[in-house]
């Protein structure tokens, strides 16, 4: 997978893990595990969360991680146009390009 892929993956994790309360490293696996039927491993999951962090996408309380408002609007944007979980997740990934592109 490419770097914008992961990081999509894993931020599509953290999104659906983290819709009650913030989730835990393992909580986020096991849903980016139920939709890619994979695991990431531990550098695709700290890269990603670093990646997302400096993007000030996701922020991190104690040992759990959450959508800041910013990374909330960038998922609803994602899931305005599709309720796939697929597309939802290209859409992120296109956008992580952008993003890319632009710094």
């Not at 096991?30 to 400096?54: F, M, R, V, Y």
């Not at 309720?83 to 632009?102: A, Q, T, V, Y």
Request: aromatic share 8%; proline share 2%.
């Amino acid at each position: 997978m490419t770097e914008e892929e992961i990081i999509s993956w894993i931020f599509l994790s953290i999104a659906l893990a983290s819709q009650t309360e913030p989730a835990n490293i393992q909580e986020i696996s096991n849903i980016a595990d139920g939709i890619n039927h994979a695991i990431p491993n531990h550098k695709e999951l700290q890269t990603s969360i670093s990646w997302l962090s400096k993007q000030l996408l996701i922020s991190k309380f104690e040992k759990k991680y959450q959508l800041t408002d910013l990374g909330k609007l960038e998922y609803e944007k994602a899931s305005k146009s599709t309720n796939i979980l697929f597309g939802i997740w290209k859409n992120l990934e296109l956008r992580i390009e952008n993003i890319n592109k632009n710094n």
